[in-house]
């Protein structure tokens, strides 16, 4: 091509305060920084605000297409969206596209039919287990991910999964870990932190419940739940009923999330599944005694039980507070799991995860990242 640089298209839904969003904003600071030329593309109106800041050297695009509601509105927005998005691609000509999440993957490959441009499209849940993805846009997937050049999973199980029911290439990509500040050398508060949205996925009311049946044994403890989401009313309702207002906060979005990580005793995830789980990547980065249900997909493949993390049954309130009970009264053992965690570090480093996309834009003719 006669433009200088590869230039890639990344697409999202929007840059709200999620994993992926997080993913995707830290993937396109990372090639502009490397001379990509990086256009991000999202669904939402031009005037939202992003949670993630971009490099300037970012370009930004938005394709909101209001509906005018019910069946037949929808179909004229998700008609609009595609036009929308091909038109870009006409006009931005770029040399690979990117995208992220089942709609937005959809929407993308309908968007490029029938164009030469390298469409890869990231699935950053376990298909089985994200039901909250609408049964169109299931059977959407089911037909459309082999057109796709590859679909890169977080995992191995989710990459199996879309080799079967979707007959498509995959890869298996892992999450990077975000630069983190170093850890701090004092001593940890007697805290047990939770980051998420206050979505059914993730277990939070597993976790009050967990929390309430040893509250009375560790009262100098207490939980704080970071994140925002439609499950907030319940969550204060089942707080309250399970006498743990005093004791347990919800206390929404935080952008200093690797500050609590720091002075957390303990951080518990305790998800009924997840795609790649980044809260207990992060915990662990900054040396923080962990401990996540052994849900698909994602913690297995950071955690050895008992070595660097605990790993308890999916759902099993009992299990999670055993577990939570045993590291709560055993500081040595909260110590020795969060020195051990910290080696992830330098096994998900940036530099590293961005090296295995970065060999698929190798492969791309026009593309060449140096990293």
């Given at each position: 091509?006669?433009?200088?640089g ?43 605000a ?17 509906s ?10 998700t ?38 441009t390298?469409?890869v ?13 609408p ?58 932190v ?53 004791r ?6 935080s ?10 005793g303990l ?6 599944f997840?795609?790649f789980?980044n ?19 994602g ?7 008992g ?12 299990a ?16 020795r ?35």
């Open positions: 091509m006669s433009r200088a590869p230039s890639v298209l990344l697409v999202t839904a929007n840059l709200d305060a999620g994993g992926s969003e997080r993913q995707l904003a830290g993937m396109a600071n990372y090639w502009a920084a490397h001379g990509v030329r990086v256009t991000v593309v999202s669904w939402n109106k031009p005037d939202s992003d949670f993630y800041s971009l490099d300037p050297r970012v370009r930004r695009r938005h394709l909101h297409a209001a005018a509601g019910g069946t037949l509105g929808t179909l004229i927005s008609l609009r969206r595609i036009f929308r998005l091909r038109r870009l691609i006409g006009a931005e000509r770029p040399d690979a596209i990117i995208s992220f999440i089942t709609e937005s993957n959809v929407l993308t490959l309908l968007a490029g039919m029938g164009l030469k390298r469409i499209v990231s699935e950053r849940a376990h298909p089985a287990l994200d039901l909250g993805v049964r169109p846009w299931r059977l959407l997937r089911t037909f459309l991910y082999s057109s796709a050049a590859e679909v890169v999973a977080q995992t191995r199980e989710t990459a199996g999964w879309i080799e079967q029911h979707c007959g498509a290439r995959t890869r298996v990509i892992p999450n990077a870990l975000r630069a983190l500040p170093p850890v701090p050398s004092g001593g940890r508060q007697p805290l047990i939770a980051v998420g949205r206050l979505v059914t996925q993730k277990g939070f009311d597993l976790l009050l419940a967990a929390f309430a049946r040893i509250a009375v044994e560790f009262p100098e403890w207490r939980l704080v739940i970071i994140g925002e989401g439609p499950e907030r009313a319940s969550l204060l309702e089942q707080r309250d009923r399970l006498g743990l207002a005093g347990a906060e919800l206390i929404g979005r952008d200093a999330v690797e500050s609590w990580m720091a002075q957390a951080v518990v995830q305790p998800s009924r997840e795609g789980p809260v207990v990547l992060e915990a662990m980065g900054m040396g923080a005694a962990v401990v996540s249900a052994n849900c698909l997909a913690p297995a493949d950071l955690i050895r039980d070595v660097n993390g605990r790993l308890v049954p999916v759902e099993d309130i009992e999670l507070a055993e577990a939570m009970r045993t590291l709560l009264a055993e500081p040595e053992m909260r110590v799991l969060g020195r051990e965690a910290l080696a992830v570090r330098d096994r998900f480093r940036e530099e590293r995860v961005m090296a295995l996309w970065s060999d698929y834009l190798a492969r791309v003719p026009a593309c060449a990242v140096e990293t």
